[in-house]
């Protein structure tokens, strides 16, 4: 077993249950806050906005440049263990989220709070697999779906928290005051971390790593995401658009045929032979996108089209997050006794039922019934997390333990990461098709418009506003009127895309049965 393997063990043989516990608890709480913070700033989108100036599209790249640095810094996490230890590495990177939490809340411009995300970004990412991995080889080999739904009521509950904290802190502060919400918690962690992790003695000859391909990565990333979320922005068929697509594109395609050759792989390509396991990993991408794009979208519209406060907006998701609390233990219980494609296929169901649902909100849904949706959703990943991470896991012999974590978390994120910026991109475009749909029908000819042209021009005089603005005013507001017509439809539109991404999802659910049946008993 390599030493991270062992570092990881390490405290339940040398203290026992207790020990390995407190490893438990102070690594759940370092993920906690880390993913606490990826799903925060989704109810700030509007006040970023507000205080500096920018549209929506740079606004949610503070967002997006969190997910996307997290998604790269998963892929160092094997690395990290085994050159300086468990609870170096875990220590190292809370104090990078820290340093990235102060540097948001400073922010004098959108520069700087997007470098700061990328600080927070980073840690996240080397955090979340290392306590994955140190949380499942705490338990044995057949108590593994136990060990994943502990983790997955860890990093599912605090996405779901994350936009009602930091509403709260902005009603009652400011934006700025939301980056430092989580700070109590990382302090906690890190000095349990301190005081219980385990750790291994340093050597300055570092183990080898892969440079060439982490940049490659890196540049994937940086370059299709970058394309993606400036593409309606620079327009799509822009040079600068293209170039990036192709060498996103190229760089991925290079990674992907390095990983094949290199002595320390950061992406373990072999692991994708056994069909389970890269079936696992396709829902994996699909319920990382739809979690995050959900908790992206629905505190965003009940914002911008409902009018709710921030508080309000991310209090919506509260009561799905006190479900899952109940729902994912129980369902590691049963991820250790049922097949486990069908728990997976009714969670695809579920989450595919609440987006189409949510697809059909406007102004006059209630909020009662968004929550109810909310809560369909997040039953849906409460099926499915234990079973998912049980499948990845349970694939894998014990020697390749790390990486597998480190892939499971780099799939999620990865699919996390666009589905954030996808759902912003498609929310934007469909708001503005609809918006040219409804001005092409204001014409002459269109008697409701006419006759709301005339009313309001009507009160407008009653008021006391004079001649000469009544007619641009009454348009003013006419042109308000489509717009939020025009964003009702593109968040409906955008929800529908959601749902029928779970059903493509039923495809790698299914296939998942079919290798569980042909699969030889595990060892």
Known sequence: MPPAAEASLAPGERGGAAARWLVIIGGLLGAMSTVLSATMVNVAVPSVMGAFGVGQDLAQFAATAFLATMVASQLLNTWAVRAFGLRTSFCVALAIFVAGSLVCAGAP??????????????????????VFAAVVAAFPPERRGMAVGIYGMAVTLAPSFGPWFGGLA???FSWRQM???????????FFMGLLTMPTTKFSWRLPAFDWAGYALVSVALLCVMSAIGNGARWGWSADLTVSLFVAGVAAALLFMHTQRR???PLLDVSLFADLRFTSAMFIAFAFGAGNFATNYAIPLFMQTVQGFTATDAGAVLVPAGVLLVVLIPLSGRLADTLPSHVPIMAGCVLFALAAYLLSDADVNTAFWKLAVFA?????????????????????VPAD??????????FIRQLGGALGVIL????????????ADLITATQTPDNAQSMELLARLGELLHRSGVPEAVLRPGALHYLGQVIYAQARTLGFQDAFFYIFFAFVLALIPAWLLGRAGRAAPPAA
């Not at 809560?375 to 694939?395: C, D, E, Y």
């Not at 390749?400 to 978390?409: C, I, R, V």
């Not at 991109?425 to 609809?434: F, G, I, K, S």
Request: glycine share 8%; net charge positive.
């Open 179 to 189: 980056f430092l919400v989580p700070l109590p918690l990382v302090a906690v962690a």
């Open 262 to 264: 290199a002595a320390n």
């Open 400 to 409: 390749k333990l790390h990486q597998a974590a480190g892939t499971y978390n």
């Open 170 to 172: 902005i009603d009652a």
């Open 423 to 434: 759902t912003a991109v498609a929310l934007e475009l469909q708001t503005a098709r609809h």
């Open 375 to 395: 809560v369909i959703s997040r039953v849906a990943l409460g099926l499915v997390m234990p079973n998912m991470g049980k499948v990845a896991m349970s694939t």
């Open 109 to 130: 411009n959108i520069e700087t709070l997007i470098f700061g995300r990328i600080l927070q970004g980073f840690s996240a990412g080397l955090v979340q697999p290392l």
